[in-house]
């Protein structure tokens, strides 16, 4: 029985790392001016990274960072980069959209695309805390087959789950309206330059002692 609540635990805290509940407010944010299509479009490919990044990482985690030679610090900085850029663009206003013309079709296509992968895949919703528990949780299995495999069965329920809940971001934007969305957007680009910051700051004070 202590066994199924550790396994249970897994599931739990791997859902509470990649917290798509509170990722949902700044996907509705950075999708602002995309039609439902467009939207779904982000949602699936954004829940694709997340567990092929975290079942990647699960499996090979240790090793690849072993063959680039790099530290979980160094990757919690380069995160803290990738979404202080991002915040400031939607500080600055880039990244919402009022209307999508014919001509800025193709580029709202590549834009969708980016936003799937950078910053929601990763590090968003596949960021330095998740990687880093999904590891450890298979890391630490001593080999155990069922550990291993409750491991990668949290991943796919947490995909399924982050999925599910960012679907409902276009009732939320509709709700919202253009001129809440812009105010949203403000707030959460402000909120999102402190999280880059405190990544980076994460990142370099496990990297210090090492140096």
């Given amino acids: 029985m202590s066994d199924w609540a550790l396994y249970g635990a897994v599931i739990v805290t791997v859902f509470a790392i990649v917290d798509p509940v509170g990722v949902l407010p700044f996907f509705v944010a950075l999708t602002e001016g995309f039609d439902d299509a467009d939207r779904r479009v982000i949602v699936e490919r954004a829940s694709i990274v997340l567990g092929t990044v975290l079942l990647l990482f699960a499996l090979l985690g240790r090793f690849l960072f072993k063959i680039f030679g790099f530290t979980l610090g160094a990757f919690e900085i380069a995160g803290g980069i990738i979404l202080f850029v991002v915040a400031f663009d939607m500080l600055e206003g880039r990244v919402t959209r009022t209307k999508l013309t014919p001509e800025d079709r193709e580029a709202a296509i590549d834009r969708r695309d980016e936003i799937a992968v950078v910053p929601l895949g990763i590090p968003l919703l596949a960021g330095p805390g998740a990687i880093s528990t999904v590891m450890i949780d298979a890391g630490s299995s ?70």
């Fill in 142 to 211: 001593g080999g155990s087959p069922l550990a291993i495999g409750v491991t990668f069965v949290a991943i796919a329920i947490v995909t399924a789950l982050t999925f599910v809940i960012l679907k409902l971001g276009p009732p939320i934007l509709r709700g919202l309206g253009r001129v809440g969305v812009m105010a949203m957007t403000r707030v959460l680009g402000l909120i999102l330059a402190a999280l880059g910051v405190q990544f980076v700051l994460n990142g370099v004070a496990s990297v210090l002692p090492h140096l």
